[in-house]
């Protein structure tokens, strides 16, 4: 009798494992990510450029210009392309964090191209250290690397005068 109670139990603890293991690693964003708090530091303007190669520049890298507002709404473009209907969001849970799964934050959204109408989705995965966001832009299953950086606004008192 014992043994079978401790067989059930312990088959009752491996499903709920592989189970805890799915909800963190198969839905975008998994379903025990906490809802995000952006901090003041994430909200605004960033811009960089998402790279294919690290070592090297080439033609298919693109320039990335991201706005980031306090209710999580991301707006700008991504090489010629307008972001519509883009969302950051939290990327993980407690358990994906101690386990070391993906990235703490992810954008999620689609982009637009003014002159020929065409659409894609796009998912940029990051993390946010030192003021800087990095991580990968997933375009059409093709990943670029990427590093975004703050836009610096000069006040109205040093642009007056002249100041840069």
Request: aromatic share 10%; glycine share 10%; hydrophobic share 45%.
């Amino acid at each position: 009798m014992v043994k079978r109670v401790l067989f059930a139990t312990s088959g009752f603890l491996v499903v709920l494992v592989i189970a805890l293991l799915l909800i963190e690693v198969v839905p975008n964003p998994p379903l025990m990510a906490p809802v995000l708090e952006l901090s003041a530091g994430m909200i605004g303007k960033w811009k960089g450029t998402a790279r294919v190669s690290a070592s090297e520049t080439r033609p298919d890298d693109l320039f990335v210009e991201v706005e980031i507002r306090p209710n999580k709404d991301v707006t700008g473009w991504i090489g010629g392309a307008r972001i519509e209907s883009a969302r950051i969001a939290n990327n993980r849970s407690w358990l994906g964090r101690r386990l070391g799964f993906r990235t703490d934050y992810i954008i999620l959204g689609e982009a637009v191209v003014p002159s020929s109408g065409h659409r894609w989705e796009f998912q940029a995965p990051m993390g946010f250290q030192e003021g800087v966001f990095r991580g990968a832009l997933f375009i059409e299953g093709k990943p670029r690397r990427f590093s975004l950086f703050r836009v610096q606004q000069i006040s109205s008192n040093k642009q007056a005068a002249g100041i840069r």
